[in-house]
């Protein structure tokens, strides 16, 4: 594992261009005596070339590069830790311009660079586990700022070989810290840029949103007509149990989300994973997998079991590798598809919440 130091940075007090709304930057450069297509420049430098400074954007007039340099910054995400795993899984904690810290993910496997992002400052879901929402949440991401973790991490191998070779991302999953269905807006207009194609090219069928099971929000996910792929963090067979796990649930109850996610199939045609953390002596005993084959009878799932990863101040355990199997082993034997996730980034707390908790406690 290899660390490189927090960097303590200034408060930016210019806004970052990926920030700026479309009809805004539209406005100011035509203030400055600029047509519209100097828009889809900048981003081109920025979302393909990958500088992050106006003075390499070469095709620009000098003139235009100092005016914006002094309206705007590129990037205004700073990177303030970055932490690489020998897996080749690398976290970068991003400072935001108020100050606030939150976290990246980029998961290298073969044929596939996978950037796990953040949608909030915190979480609110408040799901007893997880070390995001143990400061309750202060407040969504912008657009930009979501999108430029998508920038960080995409950037990140050119720290490491120095060239430009193959190094695009492929894939997105939503599973940072927050509630991405919470701030959902946000969300798909970030989402929206990164698919384009002058954006990072990354299409709908790679991208993962996960939610802790908003059904409403799950509901109208599904009517944009997106083939975006969903994952339910369920954690738990029953709403006795998982109103302890996720206290959010007594406001919606599994039956609910259950029904969302089975109109999310009905609608994209995408089938709908089911994630679900095993917490030792909580929830992974044979009777739980049982409940769980019974709740999932008859629908179009994928069960994807995660075990618990320790959390500083917690009390909650990994459960045994002879618990994990059993679990796995009958859901298959009541015809569940199911996989365990593979642990990536251990050694650098690479789960949601972890370092920020760390550098904010240090």
Known sequence: MSTLPIVQVPALSAPGLLSVAPDELA????????????????????????????DAMTDLPQALRRALAAAFVPLETQVARHLTADDGTHKLLL?????KLIECVLIKEAGRRTACISTQVGCAMGCVFCASGLDGVERNLTSGEILEQLVRVRNLPLWERGDRTDQRLTNIVVMGMGEPLANLDNLLAALEIAGAKDGLGIGARHITISTVGLPAKIRRLADLGKQYHLAVSLHAPDDAL????????????????????????????????IEYVLLGGVNDAADHARALARLLQGRKAHVNLIPFNDVAGLSYRRPSPEALAEFQTSLRRHGVSVKVRKRKGAQIDAACGQLRRAVAAS
């Open 27 to 54: 406005a100011w450069l035509a203030e400055h005596g600029e047509k519209p297509l100097r828009a889809r420049q900048l981003r081109r430098w920025l979302l393909q070339a990958r500088v992050d400074s106006f």
């Open 242 to 273: 998982r109103n302890q796990i996720v206290p959010t649930n007594d406001k919606t109850g599994l039956a609910a989300i259950l029904e969302a996610a089975e109109y999310f199939f009905e609608k994209t045609g995408r089938q709908v994973t």
């Open 95 to 99: 400072r935001l311009c108020d100050g």
